[in-house]
């Protein structure tokens, strides 16, 4: 069978998604809003081969083995159920960015698997979800989300381009993510405040794991229409302040999810805090700018594209920043033209 390669830009979550209803499945406890990251990629190619006794992949140059294979070997066997195949696959994947860069890797990862993988297999999936084999493109984008879902759950947000919410849904087949608005909307821009690039000690999966022992969990998911009603709203308005206000709100709600578990997970260092408070004082100044943070220390400074070259400067004045990485608003996961196989 041919290689197939894949492009996925990482994302960054608005309105984030902490916790599950249904682990296995990755159900997510609420529904998700992202922007998804340009500049920034994850390409991966697939060769599904008779030769092979077991799946060989290779992550940054690195062969996998352990619980990192297994895992992307659990989510090729979901795409050969689908298929029909049983034939084990190279993975050769690579991101542009450094592990430690203060971007999760799992969202392209698995977004640029899923369509790398589902191409790789001569699969087409249907917009029932059904498996169709050697159907040409445009191939079904809610029904590819839902599968790099299984993946890892902000894969599913790296399918879709531009703006994008994952609907929580209630089965394997109606949780998916699709564009709100495409890259070019609004002219936003992520300036990651880098503040630490060791690895971070509880991976998301343990933490959404935990997520349920927090006694602040459930008024967090029950408020949660709430927040992407408002946060959608002010995308498809451009009203940065609102943007900012909901935002900041959801990152805090989740952090403070986090602070409370049982164990308790503490993301942030002292200058996680100070980016925090430098921002919320460089908008009451009148800059365009806000905070979000995932699980790790670094800031995800979202700004106007008009605000950013200040942003940068200022940031980069604060104590304990090593480095700033900025993103513009990126495209859906596509196929890309790769002469090479995995092999080499
Ligand atoms: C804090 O998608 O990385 O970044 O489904 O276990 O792979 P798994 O978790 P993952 O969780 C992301 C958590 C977050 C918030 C978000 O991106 O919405």
Same mark, same amino acid.
Request: with cysteine.
């Given at each position: =069978? ?32 992202? =922007?998804?990251? *340009?500049? %920034? ?6 060769? +599904? ?29 979901? &795409? ?16 542009? +960015? ?16 899923? /369509? ?6 001569? /699969?087409?999936?249907?917009? *029932?979800?059904?498996?169709?084999? @050697?159907?040409?493109?445009? +191939? ?23 703006? !994008? ?19 070019? @909307? ?19 999966? $343990? ?13 967090? &998911? ?25 935002? $900041? $709100?959801?990152?805090?709600?989740? @952090?403070?999810? =986090? =602070?409370?578990? @049982? ?9 996680? %805090?100070?980016?925090?408070?430098? !921002? ?20 995800? !400074? ?18 304990? &920043? ?6 513009? &608003? ?5 196929? !890309? ?6 092999? *080499?």
């Amino acid at each position: =069978m041919l290689p197939i390669t894949a492009l996925a830009h990482p994302n960054i979550a608005f309105i984030k998604y902490w916790g599950n209803k249904n682990e296995g499945l990755r159900l997510p406890s609420n529904g998700s809003i992202s =922007m998804n990251l *340009d500049g %920034l990629e994850t390409r991966t190619t697939v060769q +599904f081969e008779d030769s092979l006794s077991a799946d060989e992949v290779t992550i940054n140059g690195k062969l996998s083995h352990g619980d990192e294979l297994q895992r992307v070997s659990k989510f090729l066997e979901e &795409v050969r159920k689908l298929a029909g195949i049983r034939q084990f696959a190279w993975v050769k994947s690579e991101n542009s +960015f450094p592990t430690g860069a203060g971007i999760a890797s799992s969202a392209s990862a698995f977004a640029a698997l899923a /369509l790398a993988a589902t191409r790789a297999a001569g /699969l087409e999936i249907s917009p *029932d979800g059904e498996a169709a084999v @050697h159907h040409e493109p445009p +191939f079904d984008q809610a029904a590819l989300s839902c599968l790099a879902r299984r993946g890892s759950g902000s894969a599913c947000r790296s399918i879709p381009g531009g703006f !994008v919410e994952w609907a929580a849904g209630t089965n394997d087949r109606d949780s998916f993510a699709s564009s709100i608005a495409p890259p070019d @909307h609004w002219d936003l821009v992520d300036c990651i405040a880098l503040v630490s690039t060791d690895q971070k000690s509880t991976g998301s999966s $343990e933490g959404h794991a935990l997520a349920g022992t927090s006694l602040i969990q459930a008024s967090r &998911v029950e408020d949660a229409p709430r927040r992407l009603d408002i946060c959608r709203c002010a995308i498809l308005e451009r009203n940065f302040t609102s943007l900012a206000e909901i935002i $900041e $709100e959801d990152s805090n709600l989740m @952090h403070a999810v =986090m =602070m409370s578990s @049982h164990p308790p997970l503490f993301y942030w260092q002292p200058a996680t %805090l100070a980016v925090i408070m430098f !921002v919320r004082e460089a908008r009451a100044q009148g800059l365009q700018v806000c905070y979000t943070i995932d699980a790790g220390p670094n800031v995800h !400074v979202i700004c106007t594209a008009a605000a950013e070259v200040e942003t940068s400067r200022l940031l980069a004045g604060i104590s304990g &920043v090593q480095e700033i990485r900025s993103a513009k &608003v990126g495209g859906a996961a596509r196929l !890309v033209e790769n002469p090479s196989t995995p092999k *080499d």
